[in-house]
């Protein structure tokens, strides 16, 4: 098929032209706004999708007689501390230009940051309990650090005024899966523009661009001038950047092709194949070469990573794959845990010293000071990990005292103590483990009135970390499995044990002192 006999991409303008269609569109929008008293959370991404949303949202509302706009627009954007950074600081500044924008006009837009708390950020997960990098199977990240923040947020609202409209960019040209989950939402409409939250009551969703395509998303910022002073343009530009063939073209029609694939997101990613657009920004653009160790870090986090975690799961028993024998691996071990946030701490420090860097990444923080403050706590205080080395890698990265927080005044065990355990334990890690847990388990006794529990944590202690090797834990573990299914097989033959089988059980029984 030619060129010419292609058939033209669908527009949402096609039928009645733009101008007309972008007035219909903002009347129903304003029509939805004055319809009710319930406040409005625009999420915005700092994208080509949010973007329109929202100047489509600010221009219905600066056209609404003089104080017609009365309730509230709250715009909501999740940082989760490991966005691409040009993307954070773009959103920032946007923040900055449209707080002070909707000020000056009387227009009740306000815009908030979102950040998830700092249990759930993705260093302190993956590098103080060790979670291993996100995958398909795995997705640890996103609902902590994207959906809670946001929920929260929206449930305040709702909490304070009985209901909520969530106002969002999503189309069906998204992906069939994203257009089938909007059609099946829009069978559910409580009210015409509007469909219920799928998992937040009283909380109501409007799409107001749901059958725009990607050209008529381009086509309207070009069009169309950011009413809150911001530079679409330079929104394009950053997506052309994005884009491996660097090509981006204002769209003039339907035919011509638009750069709406770009995706940003968390630099960190491991759930694609590759960060396309961090490529991408790093190849078009020499100024952003400072973006490579970012990318390195990413790439060795994507890399597979069995060798680097603990045979043992996060509550310290050894689990097996359904069909080999061979331990399912766990969370990070402390070595590898101290290997990433060594790496990580190298890439900030290259990044804040690139000769190319702009001035707003020259204090980027990677990791927040906090961050680094509660992975601390959980390798001293969670996982027994007295020799607190977290201070000593930073210095030794940075060159810099870390600024240490006093965890525990009766604590008489530090690095010292624990280089000296580890000699006497000779070379032998789990034992040496094992004793440093106890011992601190025996601690943290001290001074209680009731030892209650106290020796069902040593007994947990003593069943995490009584193996001699991990062939050891695997042969265990593959006779425990072979007692549970000979005990099954029993069990459906009603109990019935011949003296063989009896024979193979208590013998199974012996061998598994766990």
């Not at 000020?103 to 708390?117: C, F, M, R, S």
């Not at 994005?242 to 339907?254: F, G, K, Q, R, Y």
Request: glycine share 6%; proline share 6%.
């Amino acid at each position: 098929m030619s060129e010419t006999d292609k058939p033209a991409r669908r527009s949402a303008f096609t039928e009645n032209g733009f101008r007309p269609t972008l007035a219909e569109l903002l009347q129903r929008i304003q029509e939805t706004y004055l319809a009710d008293e319930i406040p409005w959370v625009v999420g915005y991404s700092g994208g080509k999708d949010s973007t329109a949303v929202l100047q489509l949202v600010w221009l219905a509302l600066a056209q609404l007689p003089k104080g017609a706009a009365r309730k509230d627009v709250h715009v909501i954007s999740t940082d989760t501390l490991v966005e691409n950074p040009v993307v954070a600081a773009w959103v920032d500044r946007s923040h900055a230009i449209m707080g002070r924008a909707a000020a000056e006009l009387g227009l009740p837009i306000y815009p908030h940051k979102l950040t998830p708390d700092i249990q759930n950020t993705f260093w302190v997960n993956l590098i103080g309990r060790g979670y291993p990098a996100p995958r398909p199977k795995f997705r640890w990240c996103t609902e902590r650090m994207k959906i809670r923040p946001a929920d929260t947020f929206i449930g305040d609202v709702v909490r304070q005024n009985g209901e909520a409209i969530v106002v969002l960019g999503t189309r069906k040209a998204e992906s069939t899966v994203r257009a089938a989950r909007m059609n099946a939402n829009e069978t559910g409409k409580v009210r015409e523009n509007l469909s219920a939250h799928s998992s937040l009551p009283n909380a109501f969703v409007y799409s107001p661009i749901a059958d725009w395509s990607n050209d008529d998303v381009w086509l309207f910022l070009m069009q169309v001038k950011n009413p809150w002073g911001y530079d679409n343009k330079a929104l394009l530009n950053m997506y052309q950047g994005a884009s491996a063939d660097a090509e981006c073209p204002i769209v003039l029609d339907t035919s011509t092709p638009s750069c709406g694939d770009s995706r940003f997101g968390c630099w960190v990613c491991t759930l694609v194949t590759q960060d396309k657009s961090m490529s991408a920004m790093i190849q078009n653009d020499e100024e952003k070469e400072w973006m490579a160790p970012l990318l390195e870090l990413r790439n060795l986090l994507d890399e597979p990573d069995h060798e680097k975690r603990d045979f043992r799961r996060m509550g310290g028993h050894v689990q097996l794959f359904t069909q080999a024998d061979k331990p399912i691996p766990g969370p990070y071990t402390q070595a590898s845990r101290e290997d990433w946030l060594r790496r990580l701490l190298q890439a900030q420090e290259v990044v804040r010293n690139h000769p190319k860097a702009p001035p707003e990444v020259r204090d980027l923080d990677l990791v927040t000071l906090e961050e680094l403050h509660e992975i601390r706590r959980i390798w001293v205080v969670e996982k027994y990990e007295l020799e607190d080395r977290l201070p000593h890698v930073f210095e030794e990265v940075t060159g810099k005292p870390f600024p240490a927080r006093k965890l525990d005044d009766g604590q008489p065990f530090g690095p010292a103590e624990m280089n000296l355990l580890k000699q006497v334990a000779g070379g032998d890690q789990m034992h040496f483990e094992l004793v440093r847990e106890m011992l601190e388990v025996e601690r943290s006794y001290r001074t209680a009135a009731r030892r209650a529990k106290l020796y069902d944590r040593l007994e947990d202690a003593l069943r995490r970390s009584f193996y001699e090797s991990v062939e050891d834990a695997t042969e265990r573990a593959v006779r425990r499995r072979t007692l549970d299914n000979l005990l099954d097989e029993v069990g459906a033959e009603g109990g019935n044990v011949t003296s063989a089988a009896t024979a193979v059980l208590i013998q199974l029984s012996a061998g598994d002192e766990s």
